[in-house]
């Protein structure tokens, strides 16, 4: 399971769960298991409703915390007011109608719902409920008035619902609620108000409708980068040719699954962008022809003949502005020479090159071995990390250099 947070990220954070009654709390233990693994250290908080569905030993178990339910039986500790201060996130999954109704009307009625007026800004909510419910007016309103005060919304996911329905009001997985804490969590946020345009991916080059030609990119090191891009405050959009991964959470996803493709959705959404991160790999040769029929196998050699794609990235290069590129390159010999080289002959203002063809680093590895060179001459070789951690390099050195 990938999960698109640096490793040791949770180390050492203080996150107070708050289990709702809905039906989903049983997927939450776990989200508390995986945190507690991950070093965060986790205590929760029940309401009384999420005790029927989910018992509070579940919770000990996975957390090794005890587990907070009622103020008036936490002794003189004020317990609403030390528990919201000493945690750095709040998150409450599931978020029943009624929790998010009683934050949104400052109701405090017990010892969860009190904290949440303690420490708002602290909180992020993962509501998730029926979806006759979810669309009811009066929740979407309860909603609307929390987001206009600063509170941060996990929006529910769509599919097959505890009741038997399908809709919207899914919990969305533990590994997205994983990643929208990482989000909320991290510091600094040097990307708040900027766009990022990310690729990711191998494309792939259709010779019939049963072949084409493409290259092992799993698309992991730019789903990791799109992933911190947004921790870091950004708004992220990524381009995708064929991922093997799933996209991060809060990331706007736009398949292109060619060069051509790529190539017009690049361009499209250049303009939008402050920073553009081409990550996908991108063949640099498509065949010369599409036979719209599956060619017949043959005794005979069979030709494929191919032309060159276009260069995007010198493209873009050529028209930047001020826009912030960085380009990535994947080579398996003379690494630095080759990025120094593109990084003057595409033009632009960071190139990350990778080393491929080993076992550890490159297209489907989960760990990256890179360089980074740069405009202002800096150069930069990075250990062998996972590729999370090498995409919060990227991104730091990204700020420290080009954005601060
Ligand atoms: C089996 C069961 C499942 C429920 N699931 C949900 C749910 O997924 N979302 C929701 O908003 N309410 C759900 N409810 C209703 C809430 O439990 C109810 O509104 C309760 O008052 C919530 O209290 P709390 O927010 O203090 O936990 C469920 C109720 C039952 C009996």
Known sequence: MVVYHPSSFF????????????????????????????????????????????????FEAV??????IDSFAEGASLAHITLARSHDLILIAPATAN???????????????????????????????????WRNPVVQENVKILVERGVRIIPPSSGKLA????????????EELVEAAFQALHTPRDLAGKKILVTAGATREWVDPSRFISNPSSGLMGCALASVCR????????ITGNLSVRVPFGVVQE???????????????????DVLIMCAAVSDFRPASFSP??????????????????????????????KIVVGFCAETENVLEEAWRKLRAKNVDM????????????????????????????????PLLPKVDVAERIVSHLVSHFLS
Not at 22 to 47: N, P
Not at 63 to 68: K, Q
Not at 370 to 377: N, P
């Open 11 to 58: 180390q050492g954070k203080k996150i107070l769960l708050g289990v709702t009654g809905g039906i989903a709390a049983v997927k939450v233990v776990s989200l508390a298991r995986y945190l507690t693994e991950k070093g965060a250290r986790v205590t929760t908080c029940m309401t009384r409703h999420a005790l029927r569905i989910v018992g509070r030993t579940s």
């Open 63 to 68: 957390t090794g915390e005890r587990v907070y």
């Open 99 to 133: 929790i998010i109704g009683k934050m949104a009307h400052g109701i405090a009625d017990d010892l969860l719902s009190t904290l949440l007026l303690v420490e708002p800004q602290k909180v992020l909510l993962a509501p998730a409920m029926n979806v006759s419910m």
């Open 163 to 174: 009741c038997g329905e399908e809709g919207e009001g899914r919990l969305p997985e533990v």
């Open 231 to 238: 921790a870091w405050g950004g708004e992220v959009k990524l």
């Open 255 to 273: 398949v292109a699954e060619t060069a051509l493709a790529m190539r017009e959705a690049v361009f499209r959404s250049f303009g939008w962008c």
């Open 293 to 322: 029929s599956k060619i017949k196998r043959g005794e005979s050699a069979f030709t494929l003949s191919l032309v060159p794609n276009p260069d995007i990235l010198k493209e873009i290069g050529e028209k930047k502005g001020t």
């Open 351 to 382: 190139m990350v090159a990778n080393l491929v063809g080993q076992e550890e680093t490159g297209f489907t590895a989960p760990t990256n071995k890179v360089w980074i060179v740069d405009r202002k001459g800096n150069e930069v070789v990075l």
